[in-house]
């Protein structure tokens, strides 16, 4: 396999569990000799870490605009996909990464309301073609996401201080993506217990590579 990697990315609101399923998944990969990349949007990188640290922590952050938000965000993609993606997919890793391009088109184009060519045009210029071959969309209703969310220990970062309808406004966008594109989305029912939420990810896995020269276990 080597030279031939796997991307997965997962997607979702805030709660909807993609931390948990994304260690899950790893550690059963893992068992099964894969060699797993784990990663998260925004950081992955030294230089990608201290923008996340000021999209989500920084007290200067409350006064950021959209624009600067979306650009961030990008450049944290832009030198994650160079620095550790590329490299990954072509040893033949498997790649899980926690949220992507497809975060940036809901919560800056649809939640914050720029134009989506100007976000789309972004995107492309920061991941340069490099794509994931499969998006797991957690879905869950929105306030049992946030009520999740809420109730984890720690700190609670500048998204997670949004309000209902941003969250509304969020799964919505995550939704019309997945219809328009299900080749790349498998959109899974996130409001089980972890064990089940994994059965349907299994199955979607086993779906979408099982069946030819990409196995994934």
Known sequence: MAGKGIFITFEGSEGCGKSTQI????????????EVVLLREPGGTPIGEKIRH????????????????????AASRAQLVREVIRPAMERGAVVLCDRFLDSTTVY????????RRDVASVNAFAVGGTLPDLTL?????????????????????????????????????????AEA??????????????????????AALAERFNGGAHGIF
């Not at 029912?189 to 059965?199: I, L, P, R, Y």
């Open 108 to 115: 800056q184009g649809v939640a914050r309301a720029l134009d």
């Open 181 to 202: 594109s299900p080749g790349r989305f498998a959109v899974i029912d996130a409001s089980g217990n972890e064990a089940s939420v994994e059965s349907l990810i299994t």
């Open 23 to 34: 260690g899950r998944l790893a550690a059963r990969l893992r068992d099964a000799g894969r």
């Open 54 to 73: 000021l999209l989500q922590y920084d007290e200067s952050a409350g006064a950021m605009t959209p624009e600067a938000e979306l650009l961030l965000f």
């Open 137 to 177: 969309l957690l879905d869950l209703d929105t306030a049992e996401g946030r009520r999740r969310a809420v109730s984890r220990k720690g700190p609670v970062d500048r998204m997670e201080q949004e309000g209902e309808e941003f969250y509304e406004a969020v799964m919505r966008g995550y939704l019309e993506l």
